[in-house]
């Protein structure tokens, strides 16, 4: 379904396991930053009003799914602490040129790129449900799999919908490809791209 190029392979888990702190503090950062992608659409593009709707959903939903993060790490005695350098969603960004582009092509990249960020999180919780020793975080993970693939539809949806489908779909097969270089260079740290 996520048509991702390059899978996670299982043995990253082993790394995640070895410092759940770690992993849950990058977890926890990744959600309050798709909250405030969210709002920063409904900022940037407030004249799209299914989208104004449909973000300001999301946002609520990325920040209930930090909540619970941080809840799980109070429970742990595991502090936050301070936010994380993502490498993969800088190198995701050099992807796209902004400059001399129209605002409906400018909006259709910012929608493409949180759908590729929901699928390869999407695909991580799997790997995560599906191999972790820790139930409680299997469970976790198995659920937040589910939330996070009904984000990816949806961008990918809002993406055809203000777009040519077919320009679209061309687009979107193209940044796949892009995306696979880019995680090819990934999976060897606790982190949820890393």
Known sequence: MLKLRLPTDPRWVNIAEKNLE??????????QKAASTAISLIVQFPEYTELVSKMSELAQEEMEHFQRVHQIMEQR??????ERKDDYIHELKKYFSYGGRSR????????LFAAMIEARS????????????DKELADFYHELMKSEAG????????????????????????????????????????????
Request: aromatic content about 12%.
């Open 22 to 31: 770690e992993i849950l503090t990058d977890h926890a950062y990744c959600e």
């Open 104 to 111: 409906l092509n400018v909006l259709i990249d910012k929608l």
């Open 122 to 133: 999407c695909e991580r919780f799997r790997v995560l449900s599906e191999n972790i020793q």
């Open 77 to 82: 005695n595991i502090p936050l602490g301070r």
């Open 151 to 194: 984000h990816y539809s949806m961008f990918l949806l809002l993406a055809k919908k203000y777009g040519d489908p077919d320009d679209v779909e061309e687009r979107w097969r193209k940044f796949l490809d892009y995306e696979s270089e880019v995680i090819a260079k990934f999976g060897k740290s606790e982190r949820i791209h890393g």
